[in-house]
C-alpha cells in the first residue's frame, strides 16, 4: 500500500470554493490561503448566529493507546466521509502540532484513504494559528520581563511568576533554563522555563472562546504571577490583552478544508490531551452545528483524558450535547496493554489480547457514565486476524454495547458504511448526558471523582507544593471551576507502565496551576511534561524535498 503522503499527493482536490457551496458558505465568507484551504469569516457567523441547531453532535474517543497512537483521527473521518452518503455531514478536528509532526505521534491528518488535504500545509505550517499563539504568549512573556527591567512598578514577585514561554516543538532542553545572564542590559537574571505552544494557557483560550471580545476579555484575565504583597496580578494589570488579542485577530476564525473524498472539515485549535484540555475549537464545533446535520469531532488520546475534558469541560462551557460517542478501540493497543511490547504487536497473542479486554471495559464503564449512546469502533489494521477481530466483537456483546469493525485506513469510506449506519440509529436514540460533577464543588472532591470515577483510583495523594496551590486558588475565589488533568495518556493510572485496568494505586498530585483565563484548574500527576522531548530516532530524519517543492517522508 501506498504511504500517506503518496496517497494525498495523488488525490484531485476540489478548490476550497467548491467544498464551501456544499455548505451553503459563499465566497464573500472565505478568506483564502491558496486554492485548498480558507478560513470562515466572522460575517458567516453573525449570518448563521439565529439558525436553529438540531445537529447531531458525534464524539470520537478511543481506549488507552500505544506510542504508535490507534488511529482514532482516521476514524473520524471515515466516519464523517461515510455519513455523507446519506447525510449532510462535516468534521471538526484539532490541529497538527509541529512537535509530534517532527517527533514520534506523527501529524494529525489521518491516513490511509481517511485523510483531510492537504497534509502537508495542514501538517506543517497550516493557517498561522500556531504561531499566532506562540507569538501572543511570547509578546506578554517579554513585556512582562521589560516591566521587570524597568522598575517593576507592580511589585511583581520574581519567585512566583505563573506565565512561560512556548515554542511548537519538542525540545526538553528548555524545560529549565535561566534567562537575563550577563550584561544588566540583558534584563533580570530570573530561571524560566519552556511550554510547548499546544499546553500554553492561550491555546486553551483560544478553543474556548465565543468571539473576539470573549477571548479579549479571558486573555486579560490570564494570571501573570502575584506581587510581593502576595496581590495576584493579571494581563489586564500589564494593559496587553489588546496586542495579544490583534495577534490572534486572524487565528480566531476556523479553518476550512476537505477530506480525501471531498468531504468539508472544519480545523481548527490544537490542544494536547495529555497537558491540556484536547479539543477543537468551541466556534468551530459551533459553526458546524450551524451548517450541517452531523457533526464528527474527536478528542485526544483515550477516553480518560480527552474524551473526560470534552464532557466536563468544553460542553458545560459551550452548552453541546453530544449525540453519541464512537469509542476506537484496537486489537494492537488491546495487546499492548495485555503486556505485549510494541515490536511484536503484529503477531497473533488471542491470550494477550484477552488480558487486554480489561482495558476496553474500563473504558466502556466510564463513558457510560456520561449518560450518552455509546458504539465502540474496531479500527481494522493489516495485521489484525479474524480471530482476534471476533474476540474484540464478543466481548463487547458482553458488556452490552453496540461494536463495528472499521476500515476506514484502507477503504476509506467504503470501510465505514457499516460503522455510520450504526451511529445514525445511536443518534436517534435519546441522549441523557449530564458532567460527571458539578464545578460548584470543593476542588478536592471534584479531582477525587475523577480519580476514582475515571482512573479506577483508591485515592489521591497531595504534594505539600499541590496543597498550597489548592488553598491559594480557594482564598481567590476561583474554586469553583472545572479541572483539567495533565496525565499519561498510555495509561489509566498516572503511570504510564500500569497498563490494562490497574487496581490499588493513587493518584499523585505534584502541582496545581491555575488557568483563570481558560477557565479551569490545571492539575499535573506523575512525571508528566508540559514540554515533551523527541526520541532516539524523531521522525524529522525522514522527511525532505526535492528541487520541485515536493515532500516526502512525511508519513
Request: charged residues 20%.
Amino acid at each position: 500500500m501506498l504511504s500517506d503522503i503518496e496517497i494525498a499527493q495523488q488525490t484531485k482536490m476540489l478548490p476550497i470554493t467548491e467544498i464551501a457551496k456544499k455548505l451553503g458558505i459563499f465566497t464573500e465568507d472565505l478568506e483564502l490561503y491558496g486554492k485548498y484551504k480558507a478560513k470562515l469569516s466572522e460575517e458567516l457567523f453573525l449570518r448563521l448566529s439565529n439558525k436553529p441547531n438540531h445537529s447531531k453532535l458525534i464524539l470520537v474517543t478511543a481506549i488507552n493507546p500505544t506510542p504508535a497512537g490507534e488511529g482514532k483521527t482516521t476514524t473520524t473521518i471515515a466516519l464523517g466521509m461515510a455519513l455523507t452518503h446519506t447525510k449532510n455531514a462535516i468534521i471538526t478536528l484539532r490541529e497538527p502540532s509541529l512537535g509530534p509532526v517532527f517527533g514520534l505521534k506523527g501529524g494529525a491528518t489521518g491516513g490511509g484513504y481517511s485523510q483531510v488535504l492537504p497534509m502537508e500545509e495542514i501538517n506543517l505550517h497550516f493557517t498561522g494559528d500556531m504561531h499566532a499563539i506562540t507569538t501572543a504568549n511570547n509578546l506578554l512573556c517579554a513585556v512582562v520581563d521589560n516591566h521587570l527591567y524597568h522598575g517593576n512598578e507592580l511589585k511583581l514577585d520574581l519567585e512566583r511568576i505563573c506565565i512561560q514561554r512556548c515554542m511548537d516543538m519538542n525540545d526538553r532542553s528548555l524545560r529549565s533554563i535561566s534567562i537575563g545572564q550577563g550584561a544588566k542590559t540583558n534584563g533580570l537574571e530570573r530561571a524560566d522555563s519552556l511550554v510547548i505552544t499546544v499546553a500554553s494557557e492561550i491555546m486553551a483560550i483560544l478553543c474556548l472562546a465565543e468571539d473576539l471580545q470573549d477571548l479579549k476579555n479571558r486573555l486579560g484575565n490570564i494570571l501573570v504571577g502575584y506581587s510581593t504583597s502576595d496581590q495576584p496580578l493579571f494581563v489586564r494589570d500589564f494593559k496587553m490583552q489588546g496586542a495579544m488579542a490583534a495577534l490572534l485577530k486572524e487565528a480566531i476564525k476556523p479553518n476550512l478544508v476537505q477530506t480525501i473524498e471531498n468531504t468539508p472539515a472544519i480545523i481548527h485549535g490544537g490542544p494536547f490531551a495529555n497537558i491540556a484540555h484536547g479539543c477543537n475549537s468551541i466556534r468551530a464545533t459551533k459553526l458546524a452545528l450551524k451548517l450541517a446535520d452531523y457533526c464528527v469531532t474527536e478528542a485526544g488520546f483515550g477516553s480518560d483524558l480527552g474524551a473526560e475534558k470534552f464532557l466536563d469541560i468544553k460542553c458545560p462551557v459551550a452548552g453541546f450535547i453530544p449525540s453519541a460517542i464512537v469509542l476506537v478501540a484496537t486489537v494492537r493497543a488491546l495487546k499492548y496493554n495485555g503486556g505485549i511490547t510494541k515490536e511484536n504487536l503484529a503477531l497473533e497473542n488471542l491470550p494477550a489480547l484477552h488480558s487486554g479486554l480489561c482495558n476496553l471495559a474500563a473504558h466502556i464503564e466510564n463513558l457510560k457514565q456520561y449518560g450518552v449512546p455509546l458504539i465502540v469502533s474496531i479500527n481494522k489494521f493489516l495485521t489484525d486476524t479474524e480471530e482476534e477481530l471476533q474476540a474484540v466483537l464478543d466481548f463487547c456483546q458482553t458488556q452490552e454495547v453496540v461494536a463495528e469493525v472499521c476500515e476506514g485506513f484502507a477503504k476509506g469510506s467504503a470501510g465505514a458504511a457499516n460503522l455510520a449506519k450504526k451511529v445514525i440509529a445511536l443518534c436517534e436514540t435519546k441522549s441523557n448526558f449530564a458532567p460527571l460533577y458539578s464545578t460548584t464543588q470543593p476542588i478536592k472532591e471534584k479531582i477525587s471523582i475523577l480519580a476514582k470515577k475515571i482512573y479506577g483510583a483508591d485515592g489521591v495523594v497531595y504534594s505539600e507544593l499541590a496543597e498550597e496551590k489548592i488553598l491559594q486558588i480557594e482564598k481567590l475565589g476561583f474554586a469553583a471551576l472545572p479541572i483539567c488533568v495533565a496525565k499519561t495518556q498510555y495509561s489509566l493510572s498516572d503511570n504510564a507502565k500500569l497498563l490494562g485496568r490497574p487496581t490499588g494505586f493513587n493518584i499523585n498530585i505534584k502541582n496545581v496551576k491555575l488557568s483563570t483565563g481558560a477557565g479551569f484548574i490545571v492539575v499535573l500527576t506523575g512525571d508528566i511534561m508540559t514540554m515533551p522531548g523527541l526520541p532516539k530516532f524523531p521522525a524529522a530524519l525522514n522527511i525532505d524535498i526535492d528541487n520541485q517543492g515536493n515532500i516526502s517522508g512525511l508519513f
